[in-house]
């Protein structure tokens, strides 16, 4: 085996924060609320041996001694487990850059689980509960989200580190361009261009935008690793899964049909351009990388699994809440009428006192 493709035996693991282990008979199932990997037979019983030296203190080198298995053993257990990014590292070292790309797309997941905060928007559309304007809400931000892709794949095209990724990035960029486009048909069935043009994003709209926008400009491989958290290729299970999604939004009745075909569209589109194949290329490029470079890229995969988590939050807060206006725009004339249902112009006084501190 070409010896740069392998973990090095100088790598010092842990069980990365949110795994949970559990033990039950000669299974050891690793995972988190969202997935889990059942491991038995041999592999569990050598794994068992290792699983309380995973600390971060040892090398693989230094496994293989203190458990009796050889040092081949050891990483045959260890490597997939970095993979799925049940374990971390934080060594001096430089590592097979493929085998990061893995470890990293999974960090998504597993930093996702690790939020207290609960996403209750799946189960307001699963109980019917959601309603037109928190729908139409969560629309008008995606396409916002969505619009803004020429912004950051094209700081991605100029920030490329080979003509290959350049090429790869001006693709992507070219293919999601007309998509913002596409939504945007589907909103108009609701609202006038006058009214969708005055939306504003919600700011974790925007957080997520910049974030995104920033990532292409600092980290092309960052840039690769975050697109991976979304993006999709023709082995996932996307297809199914956003056919599914919409017949539920439409099942709700709240909007007309013919609102979510575009977005639908978009779906089953990204889903077949097979984008994720884009994100392993800048890595593929790389052979190896070092620690300095694999914490950057794991840092703005955390920035992003944090942004999205706030485009969610914020629109569930903005457009689940009766005390807000239907679209997020500039507030008008008080001839307008008061922006919230309660507490109208006192709640921007109040807000202003507490902005003023701020500064
Ligand atoms: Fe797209």
């Given amino acids: 085996?070409?010896?740069?493709?392998?973990?090095?035996?100088?790598?010092?693991?842990?069980?990365?924060?949110?795994?949970?282990?559990?033990?039950?008979?000669?299974?050891?199932?690793?995972?988190?609320?969202?997935?889990?990997?059942?491991?038995?037979?041999?592999?569990?019983?050598?794994?068992?041996?290792?699983?309380?030296?995973?600390?971060?203190?040892?090398?693989?080198?230094d496994l293989a001694r203190?458990?009796?298995?050889?040092?081949?053993?050891?990483?045959?257990?260890?490597?997939?487990?970095?993979?799925?990014?049940?374990?971390?590292?934080r060594t001096d070292e430089a590592v097979p850059a493929l085998l990061f790309y893995e470890h990293s797309r999974n960090c998504g997941p597993l930093w996702q689980s690790l939020s207290t905060w609960q996403d209750l928007l799946p189960e307001a559309i699963?109980?019917?509960?959601?309603?037109?304007?928190?729908?139409?809400?969560?629309?008008?931000?995606e396409w916002h989200y969505v619009a803004s892709n020429p912004i950051h794949a094209s700081a991605a095209v100029l920030n490329a580190k080979?003509?290959?990724?350049?090429?790869?990035?001006?693709?992507?960029?070219?293919?999601?361009?007309?998509?913002?486009?596409?939504?945007?048909?589907?909103?108009?069935?609701?609202?006038?261009?006058?009214?969708?043009?005055?939306?504003?994003?919600?700011?974790g709209t925007?957080?997520?935008?910049?974030?995104?926008?920033?990532?292409?400009?600092a980290s092309e491989l960052g840039y690769a690793a975050c697109l991976a958290q979304c993006e999709q290729s023709n082995?996932?299970?996307?297809?199914?899964f956003q056919s599914n999604y919409y017949a539920s939004l439409k099942g709700l009745a709240v909007l007309p049909e013919e609102v979510f075909e575009p977005y639908e569209r978009h779906a089953l589109t990204d889903v077949q351009a097979g984008h994720l194949e884009f994100t392993r290329v800048p890595f593929e490029e790389r052979g190896v990388i070092t620690l300095a470079e694999r914490l950057d890229v794991l840092g703005h995969v955390w920035d992003?699994?944090?942004?999205?988590?706030?485009?969610?939050?914020?629109?569930?807060?903005?457009?689940?809440?009766?005390?807000?206006?239907?679209l997020h725009t500039l507030p008008g004339a008080l001839l307008d009428g008061p922006p919230a249902g309660r507490g109208g112009r006192q709640g921007s006084?109040?807000?202003?006192?507490?902005?003023s501190s701020l500064v």
């Avoid at 997935?35 to 290792?50: E, F, N, V």
């Avoid at 006084?349 to 902005?355: M, N, V």
């Fill in 1 to 61: 085996m070409d010896n740069a493709a392998v973990l090095p035996a100088e790598i010092r693991p842990f069980i990365q924060q949110g795994v949970q282990v559990a033990w039950e008979d000669d299974t050891i199932t690793l995972g988190t609320h969202l997935a889990i990997c059942p491991i038995s037979g041999d592999h569990a019983r050598q794994l068992g041996r290792l699983l309380p030296l995973f600390d971060g203190t040892r090398t693989l080198i």
């Fill in 162 to 203: 080979s003509p290959r990724t350049r090429f790869l990035w001006a693709q992507f960029a070219a293919e999601e361009y007309p998509h913002g486009a596409w939504l945007e048909e589907g909103l108009t069935r609701m609202l006038s261009r006058q009214e969708l043009y005055a939306c504003r994003p919600l700011p």
């Fill in 349 to 355: 006084g109040s807000t202003r006192a507490s902005r």
């Fill in 126 to 141: 699963a109980s019917r509960r959601a309603d037109a304007k928190l729908i139409l809400g969560l629309l008008i931000e």
């Fill in 304 to 326: 992003h699994v944090r942004a999205y988590e706030l485009f969610y939050r914020n629109i569930y807060e903005f457009y689940g809440s009766p005390d807000t206006p239907r």
């Fill in 66 to 89: 203190v458990s009796g298995l050889d040092l081949e053993e050891v990483r045959a257990l260890v490597e997939p487990l970095y993979c799925e990014a049940f374990l971390g590292e």
């Fill in 206 to 217: 925007a957080a997520l935008c910049g974030q995104l926008r920033w990532t292409a400009h």
């Fill in 235 to 240: 082995a996932s299970r996307g297809a199914a």
